[in-house]
């Protein structure tokens, strides 16, 4: 028997719903276009969203960031299942927009099963430089980096780069006239660098290129969008920022469909061009930043950085034990004594101490800072930690860039320092910055070892690090950060990584507001031991947050039902002994039987069959724009899961690390 048609009034129901959608959608992206426009939302996070998801355009890179910001890689349902892997079940779809303006449903890489996916290939800055000259050639472009004969072309058709410069420089500056070229209308710089949207346009086309290249892009960064689109309302600032976005992802998008193939021997163009030297071996990288720790040290007692220490607590045999330094003011004081001492530029650069601008002039990277020493766990000194004054302008901590002998994801300030104790039992305690080591470390608390990383979410290399020299499978961790909102998130993105570790994961709760360098600062020694020993599970704030972000007042069974699938998807990523204990605490919260709990747990553990109440993944659709105060980068490591046991456990492999994101109410 046929289905009859829809009637009449069904089928104006059903575009009427279909209209509500797309209404919310583009009501999603106005909002967070007006974060962008609002600085909320910097320039560089919308370019990190449109490296992974700029082939679905502008507006769908808001929607998408919206509403799972930790996406990496979204695709349909029916294109996961082509590749093999298959969307779990309580998966809420991701919608986006179609060409047609339809709402479509995409789903994130780890919303689906199987073993994560590999991080992409990573190239040097060399070889992302010889791709793009390549390009350049094919497009019938020279590229001059000081070639000793001379060009009789025409001077539009000339690329020039200076000869000092580093290759990720260069390659950056090739992007950025590549990108010039390809823009209809627009010619290299010719005579001086470009200024305003020309140049953010150019720059972030850049960015994206060398992004899908493989080559690492922390040296870029981006003026404030309000400096080139304006907030003047009747300048229509957002229109400018859309017009911008769009062109940028269709101009990335051309250049990267031009690039030639990777080739270990690529043709050359005309005569060799002289490359700079290849980078310095890692015993001079070793100590040119021994040698300017000893410059920085020299510098502290005459500065402004004993008495600024002084007042936050730390006198003179604390500044003591840990080095601490000053760097000048001079804009080039540390490059002009060490290449006194015999070190070239190229080595100033390759050791993350000096970079070039624009114009290839040196300069120092650390100006008018405290210095903190960062140290390998030989201790020797691979980078540092700046802090600048409180009233100065800036980063307030300016970290040393990653180079051959200093990787941020690795790097723990006061591991070498409390290595001894943490051989001896002491316990990790990981938190947010090297002030507040110093704190919790001043406060004699002999059975805790203070650890921050630099910059950075907890890592499982940070573990991995720690892990060396501490049982942390049978002493576990501790985590204490902020206490205030970005404290709070910043424990959840640790979640990740801790989640691994055998042994127990606490954290410390700490007041509003307030951190161990702030409670340090006004209420001594005694001040820091109190505030230890407010203690929770680390995993009761997680599940607790989850149910807070997703449940709201939990006054509606839908709420519950959503609050307790978002609780199971985290358990089910616990070890066993945990979780019985958070399932009895979500039934207790949600007002859900344990029975019910059960079902849905099974359903997050073991994705099959639906239990009643529980919806399929392609049923759920954001009913609201999301409403979020800030955004951070989720530099959480993606590598393959570890869990760190006592040696004689074999490691387990997580079926992902499935990240929540707000539900809409």
Known sequence: MTTPP?????????????????????????????????????????????????????????????????????????????????????????????????????????????????????????????????????????????????????PERRIMIAPQLADAEAATLLAHQLAHVLQRGERIDLDEPCQGVRRVRADSIAYLVLAAIGMDVDHLSFASVQSWAGKDARANPHAAIRTVGEKVLRVASRIRQRLPETSMNPPPQGPAVPHPKQAPEHENLLAAQTEAHAFFRAHHSDSWAPGYLAERGFEDGIQERWQIGYAPAGRRTLIDHLTSRGFSDETLVAAGLAKRGRDGTLFDIFRDRVMLPLRAPDGAVVGFIGRRRDDAPGPKYLNTPETSIFRKGEVLFGLHEGRDRLQQGARPLVVEGPFDAIAIDSATIDDHVPLAPCGTAITTNHLDQIAKCSDIASSGLLLALDGDNAGSKAMQRAWGALKQIAGPVEAVCLPEGRDPADIFRNHGCDGVREALHSIVRLADLVVDAAIDRVGGTLEFAENRLAAARTAANLIAQMRAPEVARQILRVAERTGLGISDMNAILAVAISPGVTPTGVSAATEDFPLAPLTRTDHEDDEDNHSSHRTYAKPSTPTHTNRGNHRERRAAP
């Open 6 to 154: 829809p009637t009449p009034g069904v089928r104006n129901r059903d575009a009427e719903e279909l209209q509500r959608r797309v209404e919310i959608l583009h009501g999603i992206a106005a909002s967070e276009l007006a974060r962008l426009s609002r600085g909320q939302l910097t320039w560089e996070q919308w370019l990190t969203h449109a490296h992974h998801h700029g082939r679905y355009g502008f507006t769908n890179t808001l929607l998408i960031a919206a509403q799972r910001p930790t996406a990496t890689d979204v695709r349909s349902y029916e294109d996961w299942k082509r590749q093999g892997r298959q969307v779990l079940r309580g998966q809420s779809a991701i919608r986006v927009l179609s060409r047609s303006g339809k709402p479509r449903p995409v789903f994130d890489v780890e919303q689906t099963d199987g073993q994560p996916l590999g991080e992409p290939a990573s190239v040097s800055p060399g070889q992302a430089y010889d791709r793009l000259r390549r390009l350049a050639s094919d497009l019938e472009l020279y590229v001059d980096r000081g070639q000793r004969w001379s060009y009789s072309g025409r």
